[in-house]
């Protein structure tokens, strides 16, 4: 079984702690998000160190540096993710498109529409890749 050691930083940390963990070789285990109703975003960085995760805490931001330069697509799509569903920006991250949402299910970041599947038909037949409706 892990221990859990969690730290509380701020974004000026996310970076140079990412780029350390990096160089010892230590591996990231998930980027988690979530909106918290007093804090707001909260982001929680979490590295494997034998058998303690080391969890780094960012809250109340709403625009953090990517640790993508650092930590390729294992920190990529947990960014895109976060960025997608509540919508946490990360500096450099390329989010021109889409990880997993429709763009039609969608109006502006994180906020999530509640539409009919019948309309989710319509709108997305054309989307078809066999071309068939």
């Known amino acids: 079984m892990q221990d859990n050691k969690k730290t509380y930083i701020t974004k000026?940390?996310?970076?140079?702690?990412?780029?350390?963990m990096k160089e010892?070789?230590?591996q990231l285990i998930m980027i988690h998000g979530y909106i918290d109703d007093?804090?707001?975003?909260?982001?929680?960085?979490e590295y494997s160190l034998g058998?303690?995760?080391?969890?780094?805490?960012?809250?109340?931001?709403?625009?953090?540096p990517s640790i993508t330069?650092?930590?390729?697509?294992?920190?990529?799509?947990?960014?895109?993710?976060?960025?997608?569903?509540i919508g946490e920006e990360f500096?450099?991250?390329d989010t021109s498109k889409r990880l997993f949402m429709p763009d039609n299910l969608?109006?502006?970041?994180g906020q999530i529409l509640v539409t009919p599947l019948s309309e989710l038909r319509k709108a997305n037949v054309d989307e078809r890749?066999?071309?068939?409706?």
């Open 51 to 64: 058998p303690t995760v080391d969890s780094y805490e960012v809250r109340g931001e709403k625009k953090l």
């Open 129 to 133: 890749a066999d071309g068939k409706k």
């Open 24 to 26: 010892q070789g230590v």
């Open 106 to 109: 969608l109006e502006g970041n």
């Open 12 to 20: 000026d940390d996310v970076l140079p702690i990412a780029k350390k």
């Open 91 to 93: 500096e450099g991250l």
């Open 38 to 45: 007093k804090d707001g975003p909260v982001i929680s960085y």
């Open 69 to 85: 330069p650092v930590y390729d697509l294992a920190a990529q799509w947990a960014e895109r993710e976060i960025y997608e569903l």
